[in-house]
């Protein structure tokens, strides 16, 4: 089956910086979500990505299809912004296992 | 978005009980739901696909007979924790995806989370 890997596993931010993070898909996938895990556990979605990209506010996301990878950015980040993120192909069900992301006041 | 709703957020039991937890779609129709769960800095663990109107399809090494998934309506799904021990203690999350085949876009509830004293 699909393997999807993230990168990096964990990241460290001070307030208002910028930052990436990435998706790898080990195959063509029709589309991609996003995730933010908030403390509490909720999962939010952030963006449905088949393809392309798509800005929602700080955040914004692409997707290459043809080249099996899906990127996240946050820009200019905030205390809130902390949790896990995760990518997932949902009508597969497969997960990464997340980038745990901290930013620091 | 569409919204997923799951209840309750935060159970106790004492070992040999049962809980059941419930995820409800509000505001669209879900054939198929989909229970996870989660240990502490893991990512989400795929338990069982609960199919509205028959069987739910468990994951290997997932037990039938502890975890009964039941999708009586298009819009409810729910788990059932039989026999409940201090192992069974976790975060547990549903989903209820929207739309059809690879079109299909994933909604989570907002968990549950079972300590087994």
């Known amino acids: 089956g699909i393997q999807v890997e993230q990168s990096p596993p964990d990241l460290i931010l001070q307030e208002g910086a910028n930052s990436t993070l990435r998706c790898n898909f080990s195959?063509?996938?029709?589309?991609l979500q996003w995730f933010h895990q908030n403390p509490w556990g909720q999962l939010i979605n952030l963006f449905y990505i088949p393809s392309g990209t798509k800005q929602n506010g700080r955040l914004s996301a692409t997707t290459v299809a043809t080249e099996r990878y899906s990127l996240l950015y946050i820009s200019s980040s905030q205390t809130t912004d902390s949790g896990v993120y995760f990518c997932a192909v949902p009508y597969l069900m497969r997960f990464g296992a997340g980038t745990r992301l901290t930013v620091k006041p | 978005g569409a919204v997923v709703s799951q209840h309750p957020s935060r159970v106790i039991c004492k070992s040999g009980t049962s809980v059941k937890i419930e995820c409800r779609s509000l505001?669209?129709?879900?054939?198929?739901m989909f229970w996870y769960r989660q240990f502490p800095k893991q990512s989400l663990m795929l338990m069982a696909t609960s199919n509205e109107g028959s069987k739910a399809t468990y994951e290997q090494g997932v037990e039938k007979d502890k975890f009964l998934i039941n999708h009586a309506s298009l819009t409810l799904s729910t788990l059932t924790v039989t026999s409940a021990h201090p192992e069974d203690s976790s975060f547990y999350i549903c989903?209820?995806?929207?739309?059809?085949?690879?079109?299909?876009?994933?909604?989570f509830g907002q968990g549950t989370r079972l300590t087994v004293v």
């Open positions: 505001d669209f129709q879900a054939t198929t």
């Open positions: 989903s209820a995806n929207r739309g059809a085949s690879e079109n299909t876009e994933a909604f």
């Open positions: 195959d063509s996938v029709n589309n």
